[in-house]
């Protein structure tokens, strides 16, 4: 496992520890990590708190995303594929698709390149949420 | 002046004064507001807190927002565009969009009505602002 991924999983799977949605992110840049988080809507009661946007407000200012790569355990959403495009970030790897597909096009329309592991460990992770937790992820995405 | 677009206006007037970057925003439902804030990068050190952010998340956690309409004092950029995309908000009301041509086209084509009041107050705010602070505007935009 790409240790960078392991780390956002780390994240996801914190946040189900906290009784919160386990989608988990990290912001790398030459090889470090500058930034990880994972979704707090619940632990936070905040509606925009996506993994990328934990992420994102935990890697503080910067003054650029250009050099950077975000990793989500799952495909971004049309909120946190805006902010990477937005914010210029280039390259995307997610660890599944399956059980969201999110906004792929949209990202790979404005240039950025998205990468998706298709990981066993990621689609089972959200397929037990989902079936535990089906309201909470309906609030989350929306529907 | 339309109540919501001037509470809009109050937000960001307040986040100048408080040396921050004076974009505003209100959510509305029925007549009312359910959330309220302003762009927040300085205040929070934050790079998502832009002011349609805020006021999400200053909204807390809603079951539908079907039925709502944001304001902000300017267009959306793509991170607040993508939100309101996929937060499924179908109608978005701006002060101006002329300091920033945002993700109009992108709402548009996901089927959100977006009118632009084009006020001059709001592009003179703007401008005084970018005038005095273009190295803090352009790190907002990620430019």
Redesign the interface.
């Known amino acids: 496992m790409d240790e960078f991924m392991q780390a956002a999983i780390d994240e996801a799977r914190l946040g189900r520890s906290e009784g919160g949605i386990p989608i988990g992110s990290v912001l790398v840049r030459n090889g470090q990590i500058v930034g990880r988080g994972h979704n707090k809507?619940v632990q936070e009661?905040?509606?925009?708190k996506h993994g990328e946007?934990d992420c994102?407000?935990n890697?503080?200012?910067?003054?650029?995303?250009r050099d950077t790569v975000i990793y989500s355990t799952l495909m971004p959403?049309?909120?946190?594929?805006?902010?990477i495009?937005?914010?210029?970030i280039p390259k995307v790897i997610v660890g599944e698709s399956r059980t969201f597909d999110g906004?792929r096009e949209?990202m790979e329309s404005?240039g950025v390149e998205v990468i998706d592991l298709d990981l066993p460990e990621c689609v089972q992770m959200m397929e037990e949420f989902i079936e535990a937790e089906p309201t909470l992820w309906n609030?989350d995405?929306?529907e």
Chains 1, 2 share one sequence.
């Open positions: 809507r009661g905040s509606a925009i946007m994102l407000t890697a503080g200012r910067q003054s650029t995303y959403c049309y909120m946190c594929a805006g902010t495009v937005q914010f210029k906004a949209f404005h609030e995405i929306a």
